[in-house]
Nanobody, 125 residues
Framework: QVQLVESGGGLVQAGGSLRLSCAAS????????MGWFRQAPGKGRVFVTA????????YYADSVKGRFTISRDDAKKTVSLQMNNLKPEDTAIYYC??????????????????WGKGTQVTVSS
């Protein structure tokens, strides 16, 4: 089992940057595919990016490609999301998710077994 805690959200102007972190507990962090999802008010949880348990593969939603970068530090049991050139439409609660799986990480939220409580990102125009 793993517990996840997100941090790093805040208020930023359009064009600015933020770096989110997700700290994981548990002994088998390297068994987990990790992902970031976001949820805007009145909308469902939407895939943003994911990284494989090996760290060799990353996936991004089209809306964030070229602006966001996911990375993981297995020694620190953290996953980070560097967000550059932020836009007002990036405003949402950002959630870190994890699941144990084979192959490549999924972009489907219901496949993730573990979630953090989220961190708010607000981008002003």
């Amino acid at each position: 089992q793993v517990q996840l805690v997100e941090s790093g959200g805040g208020l930023v102007q359009a064009g600015g940057s933020l770096r989110l972190s997700c700290a994981a507990s548990g002994r088998t962090f390297t068994s987990y595919h990790m992902g970031w999802f976001r949820q805007a008010p009145g909308k469902g949880r939407v895939f943003v990016t994911a990284i494989s348990r090996s760290g060799d593969s990353t996936y991004y939603a089209d809306s964030v490609k070229g602006r966001f970068t996911i990375s993981r530090d297995d020694a620190k049991k953290t996953v980070s999301l560097q967000m550059n050139n932020l836009k007002p439409e990036d405003t949402a609660i950002y959630y870190c998710g994890a699941y144990v799986g084979l192959g490549e990480p999924t972009t489907v939220a219901r496949e993730y077994n573990y979630w953090g409580k989220g961190t708010q990102v607000t981008v002003s125009s």
